[in-house]
């Protein structure tokens, strides 16, 4: 039989988990239907998922249809999760994006949809709640076109709406021939011509949607059933299954990562070639380590079983890889992991309670890291304090309850604050050589700073010979690089530049008559990397570095005779409306204002509205901080800015 790794993505309380236990009781895979309300869903399985009502990990049930075997993997609405959402995207077959009928396109919608778009991932749309009072139909439709600019095929059209006796009626109207033909110049001539055949337009459908090209769009209510099984036949008929090579080179990647009873770890990956098999001895990650499968399990009808091999098209639990990490690829390289959103915006420090031990403290926020690596654990020694990266408050309350529920330790958390990177202004290079100078390492380094765009990542680049020095030593100098580059001029991250190693030179290894190798007279990777922070240092300081702050992209619907108040508040606010709009008696601005700021205009909006404003936002992009005084994040480094201060840190470092 066939499979196909199905995503339900949405905007938190769209009904996406309500609709996960509809298809999951239509398929015959349990006999109730799970409530969010009462805890009792199949796929929120955390105590803490089940006490707030939301999905806070993606989880991987599977259930059977005519011809096709679904892996659905139900994923976080709340923006604070969006980790989780990316580390699935990336092994999906297809999808289908659950729309609110009385909420309509919300901020998390149109990011979703925008990136499903943009990596050509087959998706259907299910516009739920038609039961709701409130819900809309076609206004949704027309704004999901509108502000989406997606193209859209409505498969039928909802009845009753707003009442528990809401249903959906299925058929292809007029406007799905338009939606096709503006993809099928074939299809056009032959309506032009006399007309199109039913079976000649579903099979355009079906082609497309597998393209990505159109998103069949249909009604319903989880609650109550009306429009799932209509849905289902979509899934069935007009999403792509697996492909994949079963009798390739072993390939996966894995998308999630947790701790089972006795502590172990066990990885979720799927297989896109090949197969592995228990008592398998496997490469994986950058590293290319290599791990001994010791279990295998598959999902199906809600649950999953041990097996002996798993092959390509699967997802698969793993158990055995001590050292695996999410985005690891399994075997041969394969697809790349990528990031599709953007980095989180915001750090806190983690404050001990009274009885917590900081170490214990520390291992359980570093295994909370390898289940989410943008928590982004950062301790500093100095002040010894502990600082995680957050997407938002509700993310800092789940790992506040974690950490208490999981790990029995009691921890609060200082204000949080907005993370900033910092970009070169210019190019800077600096040298220090072997035995000259102050240098007291055996070590010529010589390195050039040069921006990059955005996005690019650091590009490290040779303008020495390869076989000048033995490669450990390049390659030590370019760890080290990366590394230094967490903390600019400013304490904050660098994180696009091109940085090109100028000068490279080495003491070869000296030894005694009837003696061993001499340490003292000959060069290490110490020396490297010792030498390289200061060198890449003065660089940056001769480069200059801008500190940039994270934009959000803003949308605010409010009475149009409240825009002449909120608009002096905006820029108080730092903020900058680009677009202004209208829509019926409302009005819209739309534009971009600084992450820092984005709480205060939440609470403040509602005063400026008569509790009648409506707010999005978005993370968008970085800008150069314009306004007050530089942000200094405290480094928590040897600090290379500081020579003296340096050089006696490292160097009493090794004398211990």
Known sequence: MHLLNLGILAHVDAGKTSLTERLLHAAGVTDEIGSVDDGSTRTDTLALERQRGITIKSAVVSFPLDSVTVNLIDTPGHPDFIAEVERVLGVLDGAVLVVSAVEGVQAQTRVLMRTLRRLRIPTLVFVNKIDRRGARDEAVLREMARRLAVPLVPMGAATALGTRGARFVPGLGPSALDALADHDDDLLTAYVNGGVRDERLRAALAAQTRQARVHPAYFGSAVTGAGVAELITGVERLLPTADGDPDGPLSGTVFKVERGPAGEKIAYARIFSGALRVRDRIPFGEGREKGRITALAVFERGTDIRQDAVGAGRIAKVWGLGGIRIGDVLGAPGRPYEHYFAP?????????????????????????????????????????????????EVQKEVVQATLADEYGLAVSFRETTTLCIERPAGTGQAVEFNKKDSNPFLATVGLRVDPAPPGSGVEFRLEVELGSMPYAFFKAVEETVRETLGQGLHGWQVPDCVVTMTHSGYSPRQSHAHQGFDKSMSSTGYDFRGLTPLVLTEALRRAGTLVHEPMHRFRIEAPADTLGTLLPVLARLGAVPETTGAQGASGVLEGAVPAARVHELEQR???????????????????????GPLPERPRTDHNPLDRKEYLLNVTRRVGD
């Open 344 to 392: 989180p915006t915001l750090e806190t420090v983690v404050v001990p309670g009274p009885g917590t031990d900081r170490r214990s403290l520390h291992l359980a926020l570093t295994q909370l890291a390898e289940q989410d690596p943008l928590i982004g654990v950062r301790h500093d020694e100095l002040r010894r304090e502990t600082s995680v990266s957050l997407y938002g």
């Open 605 to 627: 909006l509602p005063g400026l509205t008569r509790g009648e404003g409506e707010l999005e936002t978005v993370f968008d992009h970085y800008a150069p901080v314009s306004r």
